[in-house]
């Protein structure tokens, strides 16, 4: 318990003092408790920068209140499993755990996928995932209109993604439900686009598909080409 | 013979071919059912904003989607494309029969809303949960924990006459659980998220003051 409120006084800490504890820790023969705590990444931009197409009212709704709620939860979560040996408790929090990492990691990866025009937002990709696209999808708007379709026709909460077979170096769009990531597919994640309903309601209410329309005005080609390049 | 009749009557051709077919050939359409208040009646609970959008959109949508389907179900031959279409069906016609009984089970204060039960559903829960109070805590509860879009309901398992509180996702029924509904409370974020934002549990507290309990009891007691 003093190890628990040591590390929690310590989470703010210098890198350097987090290994010494737990190192000390380590020692000691705890089990281990000094797991990073996840923290809210900060947004590439401002809330009103990807004004029009979203506004700053759901970004910062969306950034402060639901991702940072996905990390509370996930940090959470990850407490109660380091405090616990019992199988049916550990199996019990894999929900909490899925859902609230699925939730972060979603997130971080969508706020990086967008950006203002002024800094790339809406402009086509380049290099090899352009090759790719227009290979396997025959153009950048045949691609987007199949995301636009999938991600409308999602029933109830989710993602429509833009993912990567490894393997096969080959593009595949899916949606995951909730806040599944995409690797539960075996997929990679390069764009995401969340089609839950606090993603865009506030601005667009119940017109998904005119959120859909709008937010390749945001798409960040350039962030989601060096994801399938260095995939 | 099929392409020929299909011109004259779709009702025509499905009387002819319901004898040896062993498909569905109902093709009634749903409609919209009217909100039995206006849509400012839930206020200040839930926005007139959220009302209209909630029953003109949304529910709307569900009705529309699931005549279609159904359409495209009696002019579909081939197991597969019958198959392909249930999932329209299941999430259309669960948003239907939703929200249809979602509407009934809400009412202004002044026209119930809010007012405990009475008769054999107060003693039920009484016995049961052990006060209201307590069954509007674990509803309240069980809906803040939905993981994405779904439903919280009071459901009966009919056997026994016992009361149950039972989650489902998305527009899934709760019969597809195997149970009566007798309340559901809409968890989707379209059904509060003009008015509390992020803050389900703020919209989930302040639900109870337009529950229409004597709906839930004529459920119970007609079950």
């Given at each position: ?131 790719a696209i227009e290979s396997e999808f025959g153009s950048l708007d045949k691609?987007?209109?199949?995301m636009s379709t999938t991600g409308a026709g999602v029933q109830g909460s ?74 | ?223």
């Amino acid at each position: 318990m003093a190890a628990t409120l040591l590390m929690k006084k310590m989470r703010s800490g210098a890198e350097t003092a987090r290994t010494m504890l737990g190192f000390h820790l380590w020692r000691r023969g705890l089990k281990t408790a000094m797991r990073q705590q996840e923290v809210l990444p900060d947004l590439p931009y401002d809330y009103n920068a990807l004004e029009p197409v979203i506004s700053a009212e759901i970004m910062r709704l969306h950034h402060q209140k639901h991702h940072q709620a996905y990390v509370t939860g996930f940090n959470k979560a990850m407490e109660q499993l380091n405090s616990t040996s019992d199988p049916q408790t550990i199996v019990a929090l894999q929900s909490a755990i899925n859902f609230n990492g699925g939730g972060h990691v979603n997130h971080a990866i969508f706020w990086q996928n967008l950006a203002p025009p002024k800094e790339g937002g809406g402009e086509p990709p380049e290099g090899n995932l352009a090759s790719a696209i227009e290979s396997e999808f025959g153009s950048l708007d045949k691609l987007i209109a199949k995301m636009s379709t999938t991600g409308a026709g999602v029933q109830g909460s989710g993602w429509v993604w833009l993912g990567l077979i490894k393997d096969m170096k080959r593009l595949t769009v899916e949606t995951t439900a909730n806040q599944d990531p995409l690797a539960s597919k075996g997929l990679i994640p390069l764009l995401g686009i969340d089609v839950w309903e606090h993603a865009y309601y506030l601005q667009y209410k119940n017109v998904r598909p005119d959120y859909l329309k709008n937010v390749w005005k945001v798409v960040n080609w350039r962030d989601v080409a060096k994801r399938y390049d260095s995939a | 013979m099929m392409i020929m009749l299909h011109s004259v009557s779709r009702n025509l051709i499905c009387t002819i071919s319901a004898s040896f077919l062993p498909r569905t050939c109902a093709v009634q359409q749903e409609v919209l059912p009217e909100l039995p208040y206006d849509y400012n009646a839930l206020e200040p609970v839930i926005s007139a904003e959220i009302m209209l959008l909630h029953h003109q959109k949304h529910h709307q949508a569900y009705v529309t989607g699931f005549n279609k389907a159904l359409e495209q179900l009696t002019t579909a031959s081939d197991p597969r494309a019958i198959v392909a279409l249930q999932s329209a069906i299941n999430f259309n016609g669960g948003g239907h029969i939703n929200h249809s009984i979602f509407w009934n089970n809400l009412a202004p204060p002044k026209e119930g809303g809010g007012e405990p039960p009475e008769g054999n559903l107060a003693s039920a829960i009484e016995s049961q949960f052990g006060s209201l109070d307590n069954l509007i805590a674990k509803l309240s509860a069980s809906g803040a924990g939905v993981q994405g879009s779904g439903w919280v309901w009071l459901g009966l398992i009919k056997d026994s006459k016992l009361l149950k509180v039972e989650t489902t996702a998305n527009q899934d029924p709760l019969a597809a659980k195997g149970l009566v509904p007798l309340l559901g409370i809409d968890v989707w974020e379209h059904a509060y998220y003009l008015q509390y934002k992020n803050v389900r549990p703020d919209y989930l507290k302040n639900i109870w003051k337009v529950v229409n309990w004597s709906d839930v009891a004529k459920r119970y007691d007609s079950a």
